[in-house]
């Protein structure tokens, strides 16, 4: 079992629909982070927070917006997406931002997200 | 610019056998390096990582290697069982930074 919760499993929305996908990890990690990752294609950084505050924003739309109202949980907020915008969402977290030492990061099982 | 490269998408293998995976690197300042494996709907898993100050590191059934003058890593897994059919990922990191992910590899382990 992923100790990386991540609810729901399976969305469906509008592209005027506002959603939220949530991540919750209790394993005392300071850094979460989001990905996306598009069918055949390597997991893509979108944000990182360290110690609850944003160290990281890979330059993505506004329409994401990510929120780490405490070390165990992660939000990331959808608003106006784009049908392009479908993926599978994976929540991660890590010891430390950055991968400090081993880089290693544990994600969770992911949100499969389709836009209609 | 991809730095991670996986260049082969696929590979399949008898069971008991080993298989091979490869991957290719061009940024020399990367200092570790790490596989994950991931199952069709569920989040990739850390397999085995290696430091670029060692050229091999053993976990099981699992063995990395690396070759610096090369930049070229690979993973062994030996003896192959089905349950190791996956996609599985090579990524590595510079320092701090983000771990940039190669495209993955399909390994299918045949009974």
């Known amino acids: 079992d992923t100790e990386v919760t991540q609810t729901p499993k399976h969305l469906v929305m509008g592209m005027t629909n506002k959603k939220s996908l949530k991540c919750e990890q209790h394993?005392?990690?300071?850094?979460m982070y989001w990905y996306k990752q598009k069918a055949k294609k390597p997991p893509e950084l979108m944000f990182v927070?360290?110690?609850?505050?944003?160290?990281i924003n890979e330059s993505v739309p506004s329409r994401f917006s990510p929120e780490c109202p405490n070390s165990s949980l992660l939000n990331l907020h959808l608003h106006a997406l784009q049908p392009e915008d479908s993926a599978l969402y994976l929540c991660?977290?890590?010891?430390?931002?950055?991968?400090?030492?081993?880089?290693?990061?544990?994600f969770g099982e992911g949100s499969r997200l389709t836009v209609l | 610019d991809q730095q991670v490269k996986q260049n082969s998408p696929s590979l399949s293998v008898q069971e008991g056998r080993i298989s091979i995976l490869n991957c290719d690197y061009t940024?020399?300042?990367?200092?570790?390096f790490l596989w994950y494996k991931k199952y069709p709907a569920e989040g990739p898993t850390f397999l085995i990582s290696?430091?670029?100050?060692?050229d091999k590191n053993e976990d099981g059934r699992f063995t990395v290697f690396l070759n610096k003058s090369a930049k070229h890593l690979s993973l062994h897994i030996v003896p192959s069982q089905p349950g190791d059919s996956a996609v599985y990922f090579c990524?590595?990191?510079?320092?701090?930074?983000?771990?940039?992910f190669g495209k993955g590899i399909t390994l299918s382990v045949r009974p």
């Open positions: 991660a977290s890590s010891q430390e931002a950055g991968g400090m030492g081993t880089g290693e990061l544990f």
């Open positions: 290696i430091s670029s100050i060692k």
């Open positions: 927070y360290s110690y609850e505050k944003l160290s």
């Open positions: 394993m005392g990690h300071r850094a």
């Open positions: 990524a590595a990191k510079v320092d701090n930074s983000k771990l940039t």
């Open positions: 940024n020399s300042m990367f200092d570790y």
